[in-house]
């Protein structure tokens, strides 16, 4: 997860450096698009983020079953309008997602929840500017694509 280091780019230089020659690098960072702006964890994270993460779980706790239960409201009338309130909110919430026990689910949305609002850094990336990372000269076959969690890069050094 390079977006949450100091300096993603100079974080994938590094490790690439260290990669043995013909060694595979797989990464991924988050995607950085108009849709960020909407996002509601980077604008709560400015205050959560100096918060020490033993002293934020309960608090993000509270957050989450409030937002959680209010957000579910809508599902009966529409999950997209239920997802848009939970992008806007901060929290994360795959109800309907997939198939798994109500219980599970609650507990991986707070957990991801969490995950939005304790780390120090959270610096998603343009896809452009990540592909503009990889050196040519230096692989022998690259590959920086939109994915599943943002953008993921698989590549085959010289």
């Avoid at 230096?138 to 953008?151: A, D, L, R, W």
Wanted: hydrophobic fraction near 40%.
């Amino acid at each position: 997860m390079l977006q949450h280091t100091p300096d993603p780019k100079a974080s994938f230089e590094s490790i690439f450096e260290l990669l043995k020659s013909e060694g595979y690098l797989v990464s991924d960072v988050y995607r950085k698009t108009w849709k960020t702006l909407f996002w509601g964890q980077y604008y709560l994270r400015v205050l959560t983020k100096r918060i020490p993460a033993k002293k934020l779980f309960p608090i993000v706790k509270v957050y989450f079953e409030i937002v959680h239960w209010f957000t579910g409201l809508f599902l009966p009338i529409s999950s997209h309008y239920s997802k848009v309130l939970s992008i806007i909110l901060g929290t994360a919430d795959y109800r309907g997602m997939y198939k798994i026990e109500p219980k599970i689910m609650k507990e991986w949305c707070f957990l991801d929840t969490f995950d939005k609002f304790s780390p120090m850094f959270d610096l998603p990336q343009k896809l452009e500017d990540v592909r503009n990372w990889i050196d040519t000269n230096q692989v022998q076959s690259h590959e920086v694509i939109p994915g599943y969690n943002g953008i993921e890069i698989h590549l085959r050094k010289k």
